[in-house]
């Protein structure tokens, strides 16, 4: 699919620098749309102009944001984003930012993802038109889907959920659409308050649960993020997967350096 880039911008400094922008969408431009859409940002103040941030847990998904995700920010724009740790009280995270006007007019005027908050973001056009539906969920799911496993009456953690919060109401009710159409049952509630860092927050939110959706999650999406893939495979591996642990930990049970029932207090029913 072509995309019309008459709407582009170069400065000086992105003509010097050879910045590059998408010609047509593809698999890897639809899943860079989906982690935008999850955990991107455009800024364009006075004192930052055309900006892009993208942040991600400090722990779980520093991987996934300063290896795979900045190699392909290079790979579609042919530029390097800068990527700093931030260590705050409540929540350590790995940010990643770069200037460009290029790549932000296209990001706003071709993809047409609009600057500053997202309370109102929607699936872009050009990914609703397109074939390409599967790559921007897989990339969005990547970056702000949630992948648990519930316990009940005192069972292990083996009962799968995919999961999606957001604050924007037509985000999610669109995202849910696009799954309902690929034959997910879902679960879905709009409009509610969720406390967060000890403050209210407006959410709207998808529940996948059961074995059956998650497997067919994985066959038609699937996920790039070890955050995520880590806790699937001790699932397959084991049949549960400990709730509270980090990637590392999750790393050295599939590697059989730790136990996975060692963070339980008593064995649950059923192991």
């Known amino acids: 699919m072509e995309l019309d880039l008459s709407k582009v911008e170069f400065s000086r400094n992105d003509i010097r620098l050879n910045i590059n922008t998408p010609k047509s969408l593809n698999d890897e431009l639809a899943y860079f749309i989906g982690i935008h859409i999850g955990d991107g940002c455009l800024g364009n103040y006075k004192s930052s102009k055309y900006c892009m941030e993208y942040s991600g847990h400090l722990i779980d998904e520093k991987d996934f ?22 260590i705050r009280e409540k929540r350590n995270c790995i940010k990643l930012s770069c200037k460009s006007k290029a790549i932000f007019t296209f990001i706003n005027k071709v993809i047409a993802i609009n600057e500053g908050p997202k309370k109102d973001i929607v699936i872009p056009m050009v990914i609703k038109n397109s074939k390409y539906m599967k790559y921007f969920l897989k990339g969005l799911a990547d970056s702000d889907f949630c992948l648990s496993f ?43 308050f969720r406390k967060r860092y000890e403050k209210k927050y407006l959410s709207n939110l998808i529940e996948i649960n059961g074995i059956k959706q998650l497997e067919l999650w994985m066959k038609l999406i699937g996920f790039n993020s070890q955050k995520h893939l880590t806790k699937y495979l001790i699932w397959k591996k084991f049949g549960f997967c400990p709730p509270y642990t980090s990637l590392p930990e999750r790393e050295a049970i599939l590697k059989g350096d730790l136990n996975p029932y060692s963070f339980y207090k008593s064995t649950p029913k059923s192991l």
């Open 150 to 192: 519930k316990s009940k009456n005192n069972s292990p953690n083996n009962n799968p959920s995919i999961s999606i919060s957001s604050y924007s109401t037509e985000l999610v009710k669109e995202v849910n659409k696009e799954l309902n159409k690929m034959g997910f049952i879902t679960y879905t509630r709009f409009e509610f």
């Open 65 to 86: 944001y300063s290896r795979e995700f900045k190699e392909l920010f290079k790979k579609l724009f042919n530029k390097d984003i800068k990527i700093k740790e931030v």
